[in-house]
Nanobody, 126 residues
Framework: QVQLVESGGGWVQAGGSLRLSCVASGRALNKYTIAWFRQAPGKEREFVAGISWNGNTATDADSVKGQFLISRDNDKNTVYLQCNTLEPEDTAVYYC???????????????????WGQGTQVAVSS
């Protein structure tokens, strides 16, 4: 099985940027479709962006379209989430998740992912 570790979170002022990383170990990342989810206090976990195992298909939520960009480097076993023009409503714990089914189009359902990282906190102040 694969283990996922997120990093890159932190505190940033509104309008700033962060790049989150999700590093996989235990198994090659190129076997998994990967997604980023986030969960703000008192809210349900929500899909942010996903990328297919081969990098050919990327999807993102309407709420972050044009603001966040997901990418992957399978040689480095890493998936990235570039978060630009951050706003206080982007404050959340961000999780990466792996789907082992070989799905070509990332699902937005959290139940479609088998493995999860521990999360990285993003805090945006106004």
């Amino acid at each position: 099985q694969v283990q996922l570790v997120e990093s890159g979170g932190g505190w940033v002022q509104a309008g700033g940027s962060l790049r989150l990383s999700c590093v996989a170990s235990g198994r090659a990342l190129n076997k998994y479709t990967i997604a980023w989810f986030r969960q703000a206090p008192g809210k349900e976990r929500e899909f942010v962006a996903g990328i297919s195992w081969n990098g050919n298909t990327a999807t993102d939520a309407d709420s972050v379209k044009g603001q966040f960009l997901i990418s992957r480097d399978n040689d480095k076993n890493t998936v990235y989430l570039q978060c630009n023009t951050l706003e206080p409503e982007d404050t959340a714990v961000y999780y990466c998740a792996a789907d082992s089914t070989g799905r070509d189009i990332p699902t937005i359902r959290s139940g479609g992912y088998d493995y999860w990282g521990q999360g990285t906190q993003v805090a945006v102040s106004s």
